[in-house]
DNA sequence: AACAAAACCTGATAATTATCATATTTTTTT
DNA sequence: AAAAAAATATGATAATTATCAGGTTTTGTT
């Protein structure tokens, strides 16, 4: 098992802001798990009880409409922090995380967390600016589901995803989603994010193979109307 | 001027969480501000450099999108903080605020509220739950907006309006937007939003009076499809 | 009270997006 | 390797929403 004060991922959260002994002690009450593609992580509505720290991989954090369809609200990648929105609320989750791929995350123990939380101000203040961020990204998204259309909107996620996941040797994203993924993340029924992908392709914006997609022209894409 | 030491109105937020010898350090650096409907109080890129704590009145939190409209992102109320978020990340404001009616807001500046954050644990926390709060609130109104109809959007408006603010003795509703206020809410055209209004009316579920609105059948409006 | 400006309203039409149906390809399982 | 299941693709059509154009009403100002 391996032990948070020598993991590097902690610096990429507001984990960083513990000092050695903290870690120590997280490490002693931390259990790691390995996570299977298309795995529940947890389910809106059950109380997670913890805080998880994703070491590798990527989960989706999705929300279930009245109409019966997901809708992703989010991308948590490695080095990020996953449930501390419902831990610092006191509440049910209120999305549900599944792995994108296969993962590797810490679960580190509600009480441990709200120990750290209430004596250590730097981690409280840590957390805050994190949360901050996080409703920032949240209210733009708002306004782009408003304001874009289907069309600029799942243009915009392309480049997001280039910009954060970067490209492997090919120049494919470093990230495979399905059709249903990108539905689901730009708020559109399957088949237009299908149509629009193709358009894409025939307009010669991206290239595809399989699932893999790669921008040909990432100017263009962020000029899409 | 008024002292925060007897201000009732912290109890609505993280103020709450202040001791008195605090509260008398912020009664003589805040000011006190008056705004008429319809003023800017803040706009989106600029340092706002301070807390707005809201006394009286209401504002609009909105962001410009490329497209050229403004989409409301958040009603501000009475007790509410107002430029937290841009505080905590140290950025310029994200958002435009804008009075929805005359207001009365005392502002605290940014070194105050600083202070307080790195030395009283339970002033970042509560700040800290409040933005968790927040959050989950974004979170769900993505969901909405990618997945519900407009017409289901502006029902639950209206409901949202009616829970949040209330009825006056006639039973219209505690709180007058324009139609454009409406469009700019659900993220739609204005005459959109005007042509559901009258809808609503056709079929009895809100009748109005000018600008007033006063909500018949709400069980109703929950269930619009 | 008269005027101007802003807000509201409605019709006609166009553009966008969803839905349904069906076929093909890819992936997974046996 | 074959079969089954899932994902991708595309056409036809319907539903939703935006846009433009022209009104009327309300509000604010002089």
Same mark, same amino acid.
């Given at each position: 098992?391996?032990? @948070? ?21 997280? &490490? ?11 795995? =529940? ?9 913890? =805080? ?6 990527? @989960?989706?954090?999705?929300?279930? &409409? ?9 991308? %948590? ?8 929105? &419902?831990?610092?609320?006191? +509440? ?24 750290? /939380? ?9 957390? /805050? ?29 392309? =480049? ?7 490209? *492997? ?11 249903? *993924?990108?539905?689901?993340? %730009? ?10 992908? &193709?358009?894409?392709?025939? +307009?010669? /914006? ?12 990432? +100017? *263009? ?5």
């Amino acid at each position: 098992m391996s032990k @948070c004060e020598q993991c590097i991922i902690r610096q990429f959260n507001a984990l960083k802001a513990l000092q050695k002994d903290d870690l120590v002690r997280l &490490s002693g009450c931390k259990t790691t798990r390995t996570i299977k593609k298309g795995e =529940v992580i947890f389910e809106e509505g059950v109380h997670v009880n913890g =805080v998880f720290c994703v070491k590798e991989g990527v @989960c989706k954090l999705s929300k279930l &409409s009245s109409n019966g369809k997901d809708q992703i609200v989010k991308l %948590v990648v490695r080095g990020d922090l996953l449930g501390q929105r &419902s831990l610092i609320s006191d +509440e049910a989750a209120n999305l549900t995380a599944v792995a994108v791929n296969d993962m590797q995350v810490c679960f580190i123990p509600k009480h441990e967390i709200i120990h750290d /939380l209430s004596t250590n101000i730097n981690f409280s203040m840590d957390m /805050l600016k994190d949360m901050a961020d996080e409703l920032k990204l949240a209210d733009n998204v708002i306004v782009d589901m408003a304001q874009k259309s289907v069309r600029q909107r799942l243009a915009e996620t392309l =480049v997001y995803l280039k910009n954060n996941f970067g490209e *492997d040797a090919n120049g494919f994203l470093n990230i495979m989603l399905t059709r249903d *993924d990108y539905a689901n993340i %730009v708020g559109t029924a399957t088949e237009s994010a299908i149509r629009i992908i &193709s358009q894409f392709k025939k +307009e010669g /914006l991206i290239t595809t193979e399989g699932k893999k997609i790669k921008i040909e022209k990432i +100017e *263009d894409l962020i000029r899409v109307e």
